[in-house]
């Protein structure tokens, strides 16, 4: 296992039990550490520094392809944007065409609702009250049964005929 060296050394003894050497070693001093200190983070040792670069003096250089790019990528938008156009194009103008439709339905309505209303004012004009109320405001009278001539009516079939 990767872990096990931190954990065991060679003289504590491992998963097998305690190791034995052929020679004896010294035995290590060790400071005895303060229990309520916190143990070191990984990586604390590592220092960074910064560095001032100064960059003024560099001249980026044009790239010669950027150019094609561009135009390339801008062909393809305004290719995409021409495709777009054409695809909603007719559903717009149906739109645009419904719209007109209903504003000359309405309109029909309208001029048949004042159609009727003025015929009604047509018939109220020229009711029998009306004119009997004109002929009074006007001083006429009714004609004498001898002053009223019928006319012959016409037969269906009957043309006019010239004489000589």
Do not use: H
């Not at 150019?67 to 290719?79: E, K, V």
């Not at 156009?85 to 559903?91: F, I, M, S, V, Y």
């Not at 103008?93 to 159609?115: C, F, P, S, T």
């Amino acid at each position: 296992m990767a872990t096990l060296p931190t954990f065991f050394r060679k003289t504590d003894g491992g998963p097998g039990g305690p190791q034995v050497s052929a020679a004896p070693k010294p035995e290590v001093v060790r400071a005895k550490q303060d229990p309520f200190q916190l143990r070191p983070l990984p990586l604390e040792d590592v220092f960074f520094q910064s560095k001032a670069i100064d960059n003024t003096r560099l001249v980026r250089e044009s790239d010669p392809r950027a150019g094609g790019r561009c135009w390339s990528a801008i062909g393809a938008a305004c290719l995409a944007l021409a495709l777009c156009a054409a695809g909603l194009a007719p559903r717009m103008a149906n739109r645009i065409e419904g719209y007109k439709l209903e504003g000359i339905k309405n309109e029909e309505r309208r001029l048949v609702d004042q159609r009727r209303a003025l015929q009604l004012q047509e018939a109220e004009l020229l009711g029998p009250r009306q004119l009997e109320q004109i002929a009074k405001d006007r001083n006429l009278a009714p004609p004498s049964p001898g002053q009223v001539v019928n006319l012959e009516p016409r037969s269906e079939g009957a043309m006019a005929m010239a004489k000589q």
